[in-house]
């Protein structure tokens, strides 16, 4: 029993810390080729909501907790609301919905080759061919 | 809604029997996405019936129907390169037709010349109004529908021809331009009970012409607020048989002139619209204003419309106040109603006010986010027309206000 209750509480705080790296370690990236300089939270929620075309935006998967998190901090609204907003450019042809990808790895692989591109990833993908443009507190 | 390039050319190469190396290599990708509504309408009238637009030749009555407001459409876009790629929108509804039948709203070729500017060649949605773009896809919208006094004013809404986009940010602002030009092929039914020379026949068929149609607009957006403005113009025609024959008969009794000013072949259409947005945490506004003149003996009206809305989590409980004002006369005395005239004079009169009409409407609504891509909607509409107001199918006795209840669920994927 004294047993169980050690690998519970083990558990729980292998879990709080896991939950606490993926929600602190969200960044913002572009390509390390990219002219980009620093971005304020605004200009990103911007690029996010399909507002404004200053670079364009790839999306993890709807499924994923960065992606929710991302969403929640920086764009400040709920997915139903950006799913709404991304619709009504996207039904008119004007602009395409954001590429998604499967993990971050991806993200940061197509990022990298592409310098008009802006992701967001857990800060563990990050490597020499991105950088970061803003750190998601 | 969202691409998932990867996924959806794998899926094609698959259908086409073609191997992963294969897809990778000769396959361009292919984004599918779509929207939807199911919805029920209802009205307390059986002397009358009310529509979405001036193209639906069908409407709803106290009998209640699902054929107002449900649609279907799938939307593909072909990305030939980083530049170039083609979309297709294929929508199901009851819109020129008196059951559901398939149309193509949108069918495009695009290019990115640059990073902002953008050329596209086809057919689009006729970009005159705030939401024209993205009208019909109800869960971008707070409302059920858009208030026909103002979305009902004009009787086409795609163009065929070109249009330029153009997409900026400056600062804490971001634009949006877009210019066109084209013209515009479609086909309505006059449902207008008394309609001159049609002796009081349902409907008849009304062809519609709009060529040289030329309009430019310009969005700006700060933090929460946009506002948009734009202006459009057309040659206009509208022909249809009976018309045709009641402008003989006019011309033939000795009043030319009134013939010419009645005839609406290649008349002016002009169009103005200033809206605005709002968009915040919990309160949204929207309003349009917009003016429109036409020449023949189709009338000319002012329309506007404000809608204001609350947002609680999942819950969005809105008013909406719209209503159209006829601007140009609705008598004409040029034939003395007198003696054999009589019946030419009161053709005239039944003429000028077979389309359009003054009309205001007050609607409450609920929104509920039932699911990130899904949301219900429940909207009570108090319609007030004067006379006709812009009810179709009407029958003696007919008269305002009507209430219109509709429960809608709209859909993306």
Redesign the interface.
């Known amino acids: 029993m004294k047993r169980l209750n050690k690998i519970m509480i083990g558990a729980c705080f292998l879990l709080t810390l896991g939950l606490n790296q993926a929600r602190a370690g969200i960044v913002v990236i572009v390509s390390a080729q990219s002219n980009a300089r620093n971005l304020s939270v605004?200009?990103i929620s911007?690029i996010f909501q399909g507002?404004?075309?200053?670079m364009t935006p790839v999306?993890l998967?709807?499924s994923s907790r960065i992606r929710h998190d991302f969403y929640t901090k920086v764009v400040a609204l709920?997915?139903?609301k950006v799913?709404?907003?991304?619709?009504?450019l996207?039904?008119?042809?004007?602009?395409?919905?954001?590429?998604?990808f499967a993990s971050g790895a991806e993200v940061v692989e197509a990022v990298a080759a592409d310098p008009?591109l802006i992701g967001y990833v857990d800060s563990s993908f990050v490597n020499m061919t991105v950088k970061v443009i803003y750190t998601v507190k | 809604?969202?691409?998932?390039?990867a996924k959806t050319t794998a899926t094609l190469a698959l259908a086409l029997g073609l191997g992963p190396v294969a897809a990778s290599a000769a396959l361009p990708d292919v984004?599918v996405?779509g929207?939807g509504t199911a919805g029920f309408a209802i009205t307390d009238t059986s002397k009358a019936t009310f529509v979405r637009s001036q193209e639906q030749p069908v409407g709803v009555d106290e009998s209640g129907d699902v054929g107002l407001d449900s649609l279907l459409?799938v939307?593909a876009?072909v990305h030939l390169s980083d530049r170039f790629?083609a979309?297709g929108?294929a929508m199901v509804r009851r819109l020129f037709t008196s059951g559901f039948a398939l149309d193509v709203p949108?069918f495009?070729a695009?290019a990115d010349l640059m990073?902002?500017l953008?050329v596209?060649v086809g057919r689009?949605?006729l970009p005159v109004f705030m939401s024209s773009?993205?009208r019909?896809?109800g869960?971008?919208n707070t409302w059920v529908r858009p208030p026909i006094e103002v979305y009902g004013m004009i009787p086409f809404d795609t163009n065929d021809g070109a249009d330029l986009?153009y997409?900026?940010?400056l600062g804490?602002i971001?634009i949006s331009a877009q210019t066109f030009y084209g013209r515009t092929d479609a086909t309505t039914q006059n449902t207008a009970q008394n309609l001159a020379g049609t002796g009081g026949a349902a409907s008849q068929t009304v062809t519609i012409q709009a060529r040289r149609n030329w309009g430019v607009n310009v969005s700006l957006?700060m933090g929460p607020l946009t506002v948009r403005a734009g202006r459009n113009q057309s040659s206009f025609t509208s022909i249809s048989d009976s018309t045709n024959q009641f402008i003989a008969a006019i011309n033939a009794a000795g009043f030319p002139a009134l013939a010419t000013r009645l005839n609406p072949t290649n008349v002016p259409f002009e169009f103005t619209d200033f809206g605005f947005s709002f968009d915040g945490t919990h309160v949204t506004l929207q309003g349009e204003m917009v003016k429109e003149t036409i020449g023949g003996f189709v009338p000319s009206a002012d329309g506007e419309y404000l809608l204001a809305g609350y947002r609680i989590r999942?819950f969005t409980p809105y008013a909406m106040f719209a209503r159209q004002k006829v601007t140009s006369a609705r008598t004409d005395t040029t034939i003395p109603a007198v003696g054999a005239l009589i019946p030419l004079a009161q053709g005239v009169n039944q003429l000028i006010n077979s389309v359009g009409g003054d009309q205001h409407t007050t609607s409450l609504g609920l929104r509920w986010?039932l699911?990130?891509?899904m949301?219900l909607k429940l909207q009570v509409d108090r319609v007030s027309p004067q006379g006709n107001g812009l009810f179709i199918y009407v029958k003696p006795g007919f008269h305002g206000p009507v209430d219109v209840a509709s429960l809608t669920l709209d859909f993306?994927f």
């Open positions: 605004e200009q911007r507002k404004s075309n200053l999306d998967y709807r709920d997915e139903a799913i709404a907003e991304w619709s009504r996207v039904f008119t042809g004007k602009v395409q919905a954001p590429k998604q008009t | 809604m969202y691409r998932s390039p984004d996405s929207f459409a939307q876009t790629s979309t929108q949108v495009f695009k990073h902002d953008a596209r689009i949605q773009d993205y019909q896809v869960y971008s986009l997409r900026t940010t804490p971001d957006t999942k986010d699911h990130e891509s949301d993306v």
